[in-house]
Structure formats: structure tokens, C-alpha cells
């Protein structure tokens, strides 16, 4: 019940955000950060330690879609007369996703077979929940595009989508191969959790940045739902 109201509220902090050329190019910058993301750290895509070539070569091919994303999304800030912006620490939800996420998987060089698999699946795992977190707002943010009309961006968006939808696929079948289904469920959940934390953390402070940012853009009953919704996941943030 809860949930489904939030989501009404997003659908509508979407199409809000689409209608306005400033607010929109500060979502699409904000989208641009996280496919830049793995190109600050030194730990995502550990390519060199995939145990099967289909494996390095999907990994190799998720890094470069992240990067043509990046580039993507760029193009379609700029088209729309706007300056790109960057963005880093808490305003990128891969940096948030991390902070709630106990484990780290970087991969030590002394680390027998089996502790090399399970940091791989671990890094899998993490990049499979964010990918459906993405995924589940991109796919707001393409209702929103096709019904204001803004269609370099939807387009921009659709397929950006069908490279995440693969993304979620092949980092959930890598999982289980890498460590057996037992291990797989239990590594899945820590970083779902992971997610379900920093998806609350991400929105409540991202409302809270838009309103301090563009208050004079929406109407009062718009602003007083975004703070309810911001006030109600910071709420919800705390319980997970
Ligand atoms: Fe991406
Ligand atoms: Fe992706």
C-alpha cells in the first residue's frame, strides 16, 4: 500500500522533472554520474579475474556500455541547451549503494580460486541490484519522456533500458555459476539489502536537493507531497 503510493508519487516526480528543461537536465546529469561511476574506482569489472572467457567478455562489455551511456546521456543534456553537470560522493547512487554494503570484493592477488569467485560474485551481485534499482527508475523516467514528449531524451533512455535489462541477466546467472546456488542466495540477499537502503538514502536526499534547488519551479501541493515522500523513505531508510 505504502509502496505503491511512493511509486505514484515518483511516476508524477518524473513527469514533473521531464516538463522542465533545467530539472530535466539535472536528472539526465545526475543518471550520467552513475554510468561514470566505475571509471573513478579501481574495483569494478575485474575483467583479469573472471574464470571463463564468456564471463571476462561480458564483463568487458558491461564496462564499455557504462561508459557509452555516460556519453549518451551527456549528448541529450547538451542537446537540450543545457550544461552538463557533475556529480560525486552522495549524489551518486553507486556511491550510496556502496556505503551501505558491508562487504568489499576487490580481489587480492594471494586470493586462492575459490575466494576469487566469491569476490567476483560479490562485485556481480552488487552491480545486479543496482542495475534493477537503475532500471526501475529509468523505466519511470521513459513513461515520463514519451508522455511530455521529450524525445531525445526517451530514446536516449530505451536504450540505455535494453542494455541494463541485459546487465540484470547475465550478473545473476554469473552468480550462481561462480558460487553454487546456496551461496548464491545468500550473497544475492546482502546485497539486496544493500539496495533497498540505498534506494530510500538516494531518493529522500535527491527530493531534498531538488526542493532546495528548484522550490520556485513547483507548485506548494507538489512540494508538500515531495516532502512527505522524502520524510516517509528517510522513515523507511532507518527500518530496513
Ligand atoms: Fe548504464
Ligand atoms: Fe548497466
Redesign the pocket.
Known amino acids: 500500500m505504502i509502496d505503491r503510493g511512493v511509486e505514484a508519487i515518483k511516476r508524477a516526480w518524473h513527469r514533473d522533472l521531464v516538463a522542465d528543461p533545467a530539472t530535466h537536465a539535472w536528472v539526465l546529469s545526475l543518471y550520467r554520474a552513475?554510468?561514470l561511476y566505475p571509471d573513478t574506482v579501481d574495483d569494478y569489472f575485474p575483467v583479469a579475474h573472471a574464470p571463463w572467457p564468456w564471463l571476462a567478455e561480458a564483463l568487458a562489455r558491461h564496462r564499455d556500455?557504462?561508459r557509452r551511456?555516460g556519453g549518451m546521456f551527456a549528448r541529450a543534456v547538451k542537446l537540450s541547451g543545457h550544461a552538463v553537470e557533475d556529480f560525486a560522493g552522495d549524489d551518486v547512487f553507486n556511491h550510496v549503494i556502496r556505503a551501505q554494503t558491508p562487504t568489499r570484493w576487490r580481489v587480492d592477488d594471494r586470493d586462492g580460486p575459490d575466494a576469487r569467485r566469491l569476490a567476483l560474485a560479490h562485485f556481480l551481485a552488487h552491480a545486479h541490484h543496482l542495475e534493477l534499482r537503475?532500471s526501475r527508475s529509468l523505466e519511470m523516467h521513459l513513461e515520463a519522456c514519451e508522455q511530455g514528449r521529450a524525445a531525445v531524451a526517451a530514446k536516449v533512455v530505451s536504450a540505455?533500458l535494453a542494455?541494463?535489462h541485459r546487465?540484470i541477466g547475465y550478473t545473476r546467472d554469473a552468480v550462481r555459476e561462480l558460487v553454487g546456488d546456496a551461496a548464491a542466495r545468500a550473497v544475492m540477499a546482502h546485497h539486496r539489502r544493500a539496495e533497498a537502503r540505498a534506494d530510500l538514502v538516494f531518493s529522500s536526499r535527491q527530493v531534498a536537493r531538488f526542493l532546495a534547488r528548484f522550490e520556485a519551479r513547483a507548485t506548494p501541493s507538489r512540494k508538500a507531497l515531495y516532502r512527505m515522500c522524502a520524510a516517509m523513505q528517510g522513515l523507511a531508510a532507518r527500518a530496513v
Open positions: 552513475g554510468e556500455d557504462e551511456h537503475v540505455v542494455d541494463e546487465h
